[in-house]
T-cell receptor, first 113, second 112 residues
Framework: GENVEQHPSTLSVQEGDSAVIKCTYS??????FPWYKQELGKRPQLIID?????GEKKDQRIAVTLNKTAKHFSLHITETQPEDSAVYFC????????????FGGGTRLMVKP | DTEVTQTPKHLVMGMTNKKSLKCEQH?????MYWYKQKAKKPPELMFV???????INESVPSRFSPECPNSSLLNLHLHALQPEDSALYLC???????????FGPGTRLTVL
């Protein structure tokens, strides 16, 4: 089955700096890669996703890049704000429907004011 | 209605009890999911229902029994659970054939 590795497990940045979280996956059949943000005690919420036919996607301060050859994808957050503090999970799915999500271990992002 | 709701929010049960978790969505989604999330860990997929039929069972013990009575409802029946089953149980839904899964707030289950 799919295995998703996520690094780093914790990340502390100053407000206004950029944050980068990296994930690698094992199954070359995976073609859907979402990123979820989970605040303490809250539900996971999708912040951005990318499909294998696209190399990069951007939504305001958030961007995701995908390297299919190397089987890794990354989340980039620019101009970080304290409200970005949360646990971020990457995930991979072998079908475009995203039914079989396998999550990475999570990254706890702390943005210091 | 653009939310997935789950009841109860918290549940404490003994190892001999039978209880059920309930999940509901009114977004017209035809795929629904159960996940288990332990503290400081990612969600782990348990079951997937597609068009009210069980399509994926990730080798979950039979003490967890899912049910999808209609396109808006998803239940998880619990029986003879173990203390290690204590976790946050998340329900999610998505449009069939589309990736974005919407999660409910979860039921925090404690097995004594």
């Amino acid at each position: 089955g799919e295995n998703v590795e996520q690094h780093p497990s914790t990340l502390s940045v100053q407000e206004g700096d950029s944050a980068v979280i990296k994930c690698t996956y094992s199954d070359s059949a995976s073609n859907y890669f979402p990123w979820y943000k989970q605040e303490l005690g809250k539900r996971p919420q999708l912040i951005i996703d990318i499909r294998s036919n696209v190399g990069e996607k951007k939504d305001q301060r958030i961007a995701v890049t995908l390297n299919k050859t190397a089987k890794h994808f990354s989340l980039h957050i620019t101009e970080t704000q304290p409200e970005d503090s949360a646990v971020y999970f990457c995930a991979a799915s072998p079908d475009n429907a995203g039914n079989m999500l396998t999550f990475g271990g999570g990254t706890r992002l702390m943005v210091k004011p | 209605d653009t939310e997935v709701t789950q009841t109860p929010k918290h549940l404490v049960m003994g190892m001999t009890n039978k209880k059920s978790l309930k999940c509901e969505q009114h977004m017209g989604h035809r795929a629904m999911y159960w996940y288990k999330q332990k503290a400081k860990k990612p969600p782990e997929l348990m079951f997937v229902y597609s068009y009210e039929k069980l399509s994926i069972n990730e080798s979950v013990p039979s003490r967890f029994s899912p049910e999808c009575p209609n396109s808006s409802l998803l239940n998880l029946h619990l029986h003879a659970l173990q203390p290690e089953d204590s976790a946050l149980y998340l329900c999610a839904s998505s449009r069939a054939g589309r990736g974005e899964q919407f999660f409910g707030p979860g039921t925090r289950l404690t097995v004594l």
